[in-house]
């Protein structure tokens, strides 16, 4: 596109786009309008205009505070006309002259030392700047128009399916190439201001604009690398000092005397000292700077501030030089598979919107994007096969020129992801991101660390005993960062927002089995991820609006076929289907779970008051054997009701007690007992059984794999003189339809009320956990 001029940028289907003035046209006749109409002219002019002032202009720094601009004019006459003097906003920093023409710089700039007043001035040609014209209606903000959620719903609709909706994410959220521009433009400012006060410092970016996972508008985050300085100081202040040392090798002119670093000695400084005198120059020196804020207390100081021009907000700290090495670490993921970035993208989106993620002014108790981020990465370290290699791994394929250590943490990786095995994983991402749902609703974030350093959750027992166990600050979520292993990086996390978090991920992987997750709508309504992210979408499903309720999806289709036919042509098909579905409800309730559960009359909920002590569990127990007969009874009945080709009703002698109770309501009611935390650490108990028999992974867990995890929890919490929970649970089928919708039975809970508030932790387990355990046993009994 040589011919239409460096300004022009030639569009897919025929548009141009003139970068001088942020003008888009429809082709090429509009084109030529645009580009022999006024603002294109007129925008021309002034950048020849402003590029010739540059080639005649140098920067002054050094002259003392309050010198006028006409000093300086005066002090430059001497050597030609001076056009302009531009001194810099607080007065006294620097200034920019302007000469007539270049033979004045070249005069001005053959001066080896300009002194006024006394004071040695500095004195250097202007950095070389692309012009950049601001249109005037999007000033004060650098950002794309913020994306709506009704906007964003309308381009998710429209794609193909999941996987195209997740690669949308990424495409709407990331820096146009303009952002990453001005970005650039404004890193490059800020250190050619620093570099004048800071000879030798380097100003470096970091986290979200870096790491492969920007959104546009996010924070600006900069590390201010001042070792070179130091040394620089040190030098300037005895010969025999670290420069040879570390290969710094800031000039050394006449710059330590003009320099605001005659005011501190950085070996010696404390934190809030120097960040104090970064918001100084940041404030006084830098243009377009505002709203400058030492924040001293974080865990991490950091000086903020705001960039009018650009609408940034950005932050500078000093002490982080572990971030530049995490934000290389997330970069590295991004680039050995292209499923990290969809997948964090929409980890963020779908957390913003629940109100679990983010980085809120102030803080507060929601995880922060990093912690999000290492906790996708995790989960993607973890899934079969894995998606990602473990920190450790990543440490045993650096070479020798990769072997870092920072703050004395071992930082060792390949820089090149080229040297990473491609994953044999195969999943996309519509089922990766139903798979993270899954494994997070239920897992037990305060009884391990997750470590990704070892891709794995730690233990509390080990971890504890380990070199940094008690650095760690545990909590209830313990998440331990990749590098700096003593850091939780979610140890702000209170409990509620923990639990907040585990039902969020249940209600989410309960409609990731959706249709209407998995498969575009012909009809035109919301699919995909379009509900996922509505703003406390799982609130609908949480107890409290409609009790604690869940509902079984039909699962019919799990019986042989030929169990299904003969099932189907039963008259008394709802009865016997819901019967079915009661035996295994109560069979996991007490079975599995290890819960006392005594099925009360039909339908009627006497409540929690019917059981209670150590002596009545050991009653209802017997009892429940009793009435609802051993799993055995039950199983050998429904295998004879499967066999029954006529679809004769089962001898009434093997009938059970579910069965009894079932025509008038269609619904059946236990009260039970939980005796232990079963839904808590059910996770890492697996992996122990698991290894200790089969010595391999688990997979999700059998009946008896379940029933056996249970019984250990049990054991080691010990024996309970009061039951932990009471609660009344009542299955009851769908009314009045008919084929495989008369397959849907609901399953309400009544817990006592002083209990609640436990009782959801419960229900928030069991809303993943007891669909799929009943389902495997109408499986195994079919
Ligand atoms: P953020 O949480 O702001 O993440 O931490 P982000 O990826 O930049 O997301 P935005 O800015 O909210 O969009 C910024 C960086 O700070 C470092 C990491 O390098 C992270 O990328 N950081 C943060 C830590 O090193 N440790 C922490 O505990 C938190």
């Not at 040190?234 to 800031?250: F, I, L, R, V, Y």
Request: glycine share 6%; hydrophobic share 35%.
């Amino acid at each position: 596109m040589a011919e239409l001029g460096e300004d022009v940028e030639s569009l897919p289907r025929g548009g141009f786009r003139c970068r001088l003035c942020h003008v888009t046209v429809a082709n090429k006749p509009s084109l030529d309008d645009h580009l022999h109409g006024k603002k294109h002219q007129r925008l021309e002019n002034l950048r020849t205009v402003r590029q010739a002032q540059e080639l005649r202009s140098v920067f002054v720094s050094g002259f003392r505070k309050g010198t006028l601009a006409s000093e300086l004019s005066d002090y430059f006459q001497a050597y030609g006309e001076v056009a302009n003097v531009v001194m810099d906003k607080d007065k006294g920093v620097y200034a920019i002259v302007e000469l007539q023409n270049k033979e004045v710089l070249e005069k001005v700039l053959a001066q080896p030392q300009h002194s006024l007043g006394g004071q040695k001035l500095r004195v250097k040609p202007r950095e070389k700047k692309d012009f950049k014209y601001t249109p005037p209606r999007k000033q004060g903000s650098a950002r794309r128009e913020q994306l709506s959620p009704e906007k964003l719903a309308q381009n998710l609709c429209q794609a193909d399916d999941v996987d195209a909706q997740m690669a949308l994410m990424v495409q709407l959220f990331e820096f146009s190439e303009s952002e990453r521009r001005l970005r650039d433009l404004l890193v490059s400012l800020i250190q050619e201001v620093f570099l004048e006060f800071f000879p030798g410092s380097a100003i470096l970016p970091f986290g979200s604009s870096v790491n492969g996972f920007d959104v546009s508008g996010c924070d600006l985050d900069l590390f201010l690398d001042l070792e070179k300085t130091k040394s620089f100081q040190a030098s300037a202040k005895g010969p025999s000092e670290a420069q040879a040392d570390n290969g710094a090798s800031p000039e050394r002119d006449s710059r330590s005397e003009d320099s605001i670093l005659s005011d501190i000695d950085l070996a010696s400084a404390t934190v809030p000292e120097v960040l104090e005198l970064v918001a100084t120059v940041l404030r006084k020196c830098v243009p377009g700077v505002h709203n400058v804020q030492a924040v001293l207390n974080a865990r991490c100081p950091v000086v903020k501030f705001w960039h009018k021009e650009s609408g940034l907000r950005g932050d500078i700290s000093i002490n982080n030089k572990l971030a530049l090495c995490n934000t290389r670490f997330l970069q590295l993921c991004t680039e050995a598979d292209e499923r990290v970035r969809p997948l964090v993208y929409v980890l963020r989106y779908w957390a913003k919107q629940q109100a679990l993620a983010g980085n809120p002014f102030g803080g507060g108790p929601l995880l922060n994007n990093y912690a999000l981020t290492l906790l996708v990465l995790f989960f993607l370290q973890t899934c079969s096969p894995p998606l990602l290699p473990t920190v450790d791994h990543l440490r045993e394929l650096s070479g020798n020129e990769e072997q870092t250590t920072v703050d004395g943490w071992d930082c060792s990786f390949p820089k090149d992801s080229a040297r990473l095995e491609p994953s044999s994983n195969t999943e996309n991402l519509c089922s990766l991101l139903a798979e993270f749902f899954r494994v997070f609703e239920n897992y037990d974030f305060a009884g391990c660390v997750i470590s990704l350093r070892e891709g794995r959750p730690l233990p509390l027992p080990s971890f504890l005993a380990s070199e940094v166990g008690h650095k760690l600050k545990l909590g209830p979520f313990n998440l331990q960062d990749p590098f700096e292993l003593s850091h939780n990086v979610a140890a702000n996390i209170n409990e509620k927002t923990a639990l907040h978090f585990r039902r969020c991920c249940g209600a989410a992987a309960k409609y990731c089995r959706s249709l209407q997750y998995q498969r575009k709508s012909s009809k035109g309504k919301i699919w995909g991820l379009v509900r996922l992210f509505q703003p406390g979408s799982h609130e609908a499903e949480a107890p409290g609006a409609e009790g604690f309720v869940i509902d079984l999806p039909p699962m019919l289709t799990v019986l042989p076929a030929q169990s299904q036919e003969v099932l189907c042509r039963a008259g008394d098909f709802h009865q016997r289907w819901f019967q079915k579905v009661c035996t295994a409800v109560a069979f996991v309730l007490r079975d599995v779970l290890k819960c006392s559960c005594v099925e009360t009359q039909q339908g009627s909920q006497e409540g929690w008051e019917a059981t209670g002590s150590k002596q009545e569990k050991e009653q209802q127990e017997a009892k429940t054997e009793q009435l609802a007969g051993s799993k055995r009874s039950l199983e050998e009945e429904d295998d004879d009701d499967d066999n029954d080709k006529e679809g004769a009703p089962s001898p009434p002698s093997k009938r059970s007690r579910a069965d009894t109770l079932l025509p008038a309501g269609k619904s059946v009611a236990w009260n039970c007992d939980a005796w232990h935390r079963v839904w808590l650490g059910r996770r890492r108990v697996r992996r122990q059984l698991h290894g200790l028999e089969l010595g391999s992974e688990p997979k999700s867990g059998s009946l008896e794999l379940e029933a056996k995890v249970s019984k250990a929890i049990s054991q080691q919490e010990g024996e309970a003189a009061e039951p932990l929970l009471r609660f009344v649970a009542c299955a009851r089928a769908g009314d009045g339809m008919s084929g495989e919708q008369a397959a849907r039975i609901s399953l309400s809970f009544a817990p006592a009320p002083e209990q609640a508030a436990t009782f959801q932790e419960f229900f928030h387990f069991l809303q993943g956990f007891l669909p799929r355990m009943v389902e495997q046993h109408l499986a195994s009994v079919a």
